[in-house]
């Protein structure tokens, strides 16, 4: 019942902005159009249920090599967090992925 791709702000059935099927390391990945600098993402759980889906939650970035490192990580479930990747690093690519076998859907993820 959802779309293979789409804009953010787009949003589905309850509120979610996108929804994987089950499967091992789900990822949503944002294209910045260029290399910018990343000083945080903002990411919104979906509001009515299955918090504990969305961890162990790491963030990567990538230039246009689009060679990803970490950046950041959640172990805990949560309503709302903020990453802080150190530094604000430039990147043009950020990769959300929950590791393991999951669905994987978010309410929100804002770049800055």
Same mark, same amino acid.
């Given at each position: 019942g959802?779309?293979?791709a789409?804009?953010?702000g787009d /949003? !589905? !059935?309850?509120? &979610?902005?996108?929804? /994987?099927?089950?499967? @091992?390391d ?5 294209d910045l159009?260029?290399?910018?600098? +990343?000083?945080? +993402?903002?990411? /919104?759980?979906r ?8 961890v162990?939650? &790491?963030l990567e970035l ?5 060679d990803f490192?970490?950046? !950041? ?8 967090v /903020?990453l802080e990747? =150190?530094?604000?690093? =430039?990147? @043009?690519?950020?990769?959300l992925r929950?590791l393991? *076998? *999951?669905?994987f859907?978010? !309410?929100e +993820? @804002?770049v800055r």
């Open positions: 959802y779309d293979a789409g804009k953010l /949003t !589905a !059935a309850y509120g &979610v902005l996108f929804h /994987t099927k089950n499967e @091992r789900p990822w949503l990945e944002i159009g260029a290399e910018r600098a +990343v000083h945080a +993402v903002e990411i /919104t759980n509001y009515d249920c299955c918090d504990e889906r969305a162990p939650l &790491v990538a230039s246009e090599s689009r490192g970490e950046a !950041a990580r959640v172990l805990e479930p949560f309503d709302k /903020t990747p =150190s530094g604000a690093p =430039s990147a @043009r690519y950020v990769r929950v393991g *076998t *999951t669905m859907h978010l !309410a +993820v @804002r």
